[in-house]
């Protein structure tokens, strides 16, 4: 699988995802460090990317069908949550094989002890 990492997650979330075998491009290395949403979910569907992030704005189904998209990803932990608890909340995403199998075309919230699919 292929993923785009949005600039409100550490970079070490590329590490995690590739030591899982994927793929990963960064926000901030392709120049979309500080694009608009619009922006960032455009080249996201272009490259057939998963798109990873905190952002709240891409679970809006309105905006962002995932249908449209190779699949959208939403951490859901506090502003003030460390790097730790953010990739532990990834790795727990990734032992759900069969979650990350059907990500295309589908909105996951990832949530402490949940992870729910749209």
């Avoid at 997650?9 to 979309?32: F, W, Y």
């Avoid at 490259?47 to 449209?68: M, N």
Wanted: glycine share 4%.
């Amino acid at each position: 699988m292929k993923f785009l990492i949005d600039a409100s997650l550490p970079r070490s979330v590329a590490e995690v995802l590739q030591r899982a075998k994927h793929e990963t491009a960064d926000v901030r290395d392709i120049g979309l460090g500080t694009a608009p949403d619009e922006m960032i979910a455009a080249y996201a569907k272009r490259h057939s990317l998963c798109l990873v992030t905190r952002d709240w704005d891409f679970a809006d189904i309105r905006q962002y069908p995932p249908k449209k998209y190779a699949g959208i990803v939403i951490l859901v932990c506090p502003v003030h949550a460390n790097r730790a608890k953010v990739l532990a909340m990834l790795r727990d995403l990734l032992k759900h094989r069969d979650i990350v199998r059907r990500l295309d075309g589908s909105l996951v919230i990832v949530e402490p002890q949940r992870i729910r699919v749209r």
